[in-house]
């Protein structure tokens, strides 16, 4: 049974990364990659005291499971892994840069048909299997960006990146499964800061000296990092996927809020269109979960 408790911190997950864009706006002076950098510095700081000072256990069964599996398997489960840590940086990466230097509604946009495009990944690299209404929201997915394309190609040229990478970042995932979520997400990001730290000169040409923007980097990695992915895994515990899908939608939705209501940001006519079908397309799709969810 899904307890109350548990719902409760899937939602203050989601809440949390939709106010994410607020401190990332107040580091808009630096650069994507600076800020980029010192999150994923803070964070697996901040990942390897929860590893060491309180999963010693997680990680140690986990490096035992590894160990137990032949070559083969081990490899890929490596491969996966890092492959995956890859994903979540360039995602990170290019999320950072569309809000600072592009748009929030964009940022939002990535995320509204990003459980729809890991849906239609999943149903051609896992042979999960959709509806015939959730192809039909599928189709009107593809609509809603010819929509946003046809107001301007930048902004779903980045949207399909940002997209596409946690898309098949999500799938690798799923492939990689028996791991302590939180020892995988360690290796990931000690592997993305390895991969970061070999192209400093060009990500950081210049370190900050700037007090405040240590401050934010540390809340970033914390609050709007390490936090609602605590709670979220803490939610996955008691509450099914299904219930988990459509809280997510929390995020982008504030985040679209934001951007309209309190950064002043505009929508032409035809990206409003775009935005209304995406909306359509997403009831569609999740309408059997939306009505479960309604008439517990």
């Not at 929860?50 to 590894?66: D, N, V, Y």
């Not at 809000?99 to 999943?122: D, E, H, M, R, W």
């Not at 895994?233 to 809280?247: P, Q, R, S, Y």
Request: proline letters at 3%; hydrophobic letters at 55%; glycine letters at 6%.
């Amino acid at each position: 049974m899904q307890s109350p408790k548990h719902i409760t911190a899937g939602i203050t997950a989601f809440l949390i990364w939709g106010f994410f864009v607020i401190p990332l706006r107040a580091l808009s002076d630096f650069t994507a990659g600076q800020i980029l950098y010192f999150r994923i510095l803070f964070s697996l700081i901040i990942l390897a005291v929860i590893l060491f000072g309180f999963r010693r256990k997680s990680l140690k069964e986990g490096t035992q499971l590894l160990s137990s599996f032949p070559a083969r398997k081990r490899n890929a489960i490596i491969m996966l892994t890092l492959g995956g840590g890859l994903l979540l940086t360039v995602n990170w990466l290019t999320f950072i840069y569309v809000v600072n230097q592009i748009n929030i509604k964009t940022a939002s946009f990535s995320y509204l048909i990003c459980p729809v495009l890991t849906a239609v990944l999943g149903s051609v690299l896992l042979q999960e299997k959709l509806s015939r209404q959730q192809w039909v929201a599928v189709l009107l997915c593809a609509l809603s960006c010819i929509l946003i394309g046809m107001g301007s190609v930048l902004e779903l040229g980045f949207s399909v990146l940002i997209a596409i990478t946690y898309a098949l970042y999500l799938i690798s995932q799923r492939r990689n499964q028996g791991f302590d979520r939180i020892l995988v997400l360690g290796v990931q990001v000690l592997f993305a800061f390895i991969v970061l730290s070999s192209l400093l000169p060009l990500l950081v040409a210049e370190v900050p000296d700037n007090g405040n923007f240590y401050a934010l980097i540390i809340v970033v990695a914390g609050v709007f990092t390490v936090l609602p992915l605590f709670l979220n895994l803490f939610a996955l515990n008691k509450v099914d996927a299904a219930t988990i899908g459509i809280v997510m939608y929390l995020n982008p939705i504030m985040n679209f809020t934001i951007a309209v209501l309190f950064y002043g940001e505009k929508l032409g006519f035809v990206q409003s269109m775009g935005y209304l079908t995406i909306l359509i397309a997403l009831v569609l799709f999740n309408y059997q979960t939306i009505k479960r969810f309604v008439n517990r």
